[in-house]
């Protein structure tokens, strides 16, 4: 079973290894981005040591050579530098700072596989299933080997996990979720194998070695094809990310209508009509860039109006009103607010004048969506606001004033 398993994984990681190759060589792309040449090393790598873990092909080294288990050194080899390869290339995609004990722990744990390998592993008979050690040597040589797997293997784990809350692209979003996947189910495998060395060395007998091995093996078909995907072109993840992006527009356009909404109760709107559900769904990006252009009438009407309230001031019986705004009764003015129509302009006029306005439009969305969910939070859900004035006394505000 295990052998199968190498084989599809080996197989796949050479057709990614061969179809990522002339991707680097074109214009010297390795040259120019580092990185580029890095996850195709560890490509490269990684097929390399999956290779020599086949049966077939672990003893045909040792045969071709006559040294035993030297196709086991050597994918313990190919296995290290790939790690090493993703680790670092994943430092620069997620512009993280490299440690500098990376370089050094690699020629270290290559050092110790060196040196233990002749005195212990190599003058022993040929063993392609490692999973229980037979000597202390073996039991070292695969600790080590593990061990500086998960060590290194939670660099670009921490890397992506920060990456990910704050991708707000899908297909990148998916793609990095992939690859953090691959990396923690990674992570488990070592973890897994090194728990299973341990435990197979000392308590032999124990029931957990047969299903903790089954696991490392499942963990390794998993990881090896997540691996693989983390290399599929960019229209697999758009396809993937086609549903999530509908909904996400959706809710963008149900975010900034409710801010339109609450600005056009204040504002006539400039551009008045009302669109059905269906034919926003049909063209999203039209109806969200029309919300935002609809909020920032309100947002320069709005000023406006407060502006010419101000101006009023001292006409008559002045509203003092939070932070520093005073404005006077709104009877003269062509549109009447009541004293909690007063309240939800200033409310409003403050968050939109506060909040950045970046050229980007996407970005311009997304601070209008930020508004409105925290003026839904703090007021409610469509507060009522009456544009009307009313007669009666407006207790709330300012006892003895009639807003009429």
């Not at 061969?18 to 680097?24: A, D, E, H, T």
């Not at 194998?193 to 299903?211: E, G, M, N």
């Not at 551009?271 to 559900?277: D, E, I, K, L």
Request: with cysteine; charged share 20%; net charge positive.
């Amino acid at each position: 079973m295990q052998t199968g398993v190498d084989v599809v994984i080996a197989v796949v990681a050479w057709v990614v290894t061969i179809w990522k190759m002339p991707v680097v060589l074109r214009n010297r792309r390795w040259a120019h981005d580092e990185r580029v040449l890095r996850s195709w090393a560890f490509a490269l790598f990684f097929a390399l040591s999956i290779t020599f873990q086949v049966d077939v092909v672990y003893l045909a080294v040792d045969a071709f050579t006559g040294v035993n288990n030297l196709s086991w050194l050597a994918a313990y080899v190919c296995l290290a530098l790939a790690i090493y390869f993703v680790s670092t290339a994943c430092c620069m995609a997620m512009r993280v700072r490299q440690p500098g004990w990376i370089l050094p722990y690699l020629v270290v744990t290559l050092g110790l596989f060196a040196a233990i390998f002749p005195l212990g592993v190599a003058t022993i008979p040929e063993w392609t299933e490692h999973t229980a050690p037979r000597s202390g040597c073996d039991l070292l040589f695969m600790q080590f080997m593990y061990v500086y797997a998960i060590v290194l293997g939670a660099i670009p784990a921490l890397a992506f996990a920060r990456f990910t809350r704050h991708e707000g692209a899908f297909p990148t979003r998916i793609r990095t979720g992939v690859t953090l996947l691959a990396v923690i189910l990674a992570l488990v495998y070592f973890l897994t194998k090194c728990v299973v060395s341990l435990l197979a060395f000392f308590y032999p007998s124990s029931s957990l070695v047969s299903y903790l091995a089954t696991l490392a093996m499942v963990l390794t078909g998993a990881s090896g094809l997540l691996w693989s995907l983390v290399f599929a072109p960019n229209r697999l993840y758009l396809s993937l990310a086609r549903p999530f992006t509908f909904c996400e527009k959706v809710l963008t356009l149900k975010d900034l209508k409710q801010l339109q909404a609450r600005l056009n109760r204040l504002c006539p709107p400039v551009a008045p009509g009302q669109a059905t559900w269906w034919e926003r769904l049909k063209n999203l990006d039209f109806y969200i860039y029309r919300a935002v252009i609809g909020i920032l009438d309100g947002k320069k009407m709005l000023a406006d109006y407060l502006e010419v309230l101000e101006a009023e001031q001292g006409s008559g019986d002045a509203l003092s009103l939070s932070k520093g705004h005073r404005l006077c009764r709104p009877e003269t003015f062509a549109h009447r607010w009541d004293g909690r129509a007063i309240e939800e302009a200033i409310r409003l006029h403050q968050a939109l004048q506060g909040a950045p306005e970046p050229q980007d439009f996407q970005r311009l969305v997304a601070v209008y969506r930020d508004i409105g969910r925290r003026l839904k939070v703090s007021t409610g859900l469509n507060p009522g606001v009456s544009t009307r004035p009313r007669p009666e006394r407006d207790e709330g505000l300012n006892p003895g004033v009639r807003v009429r």
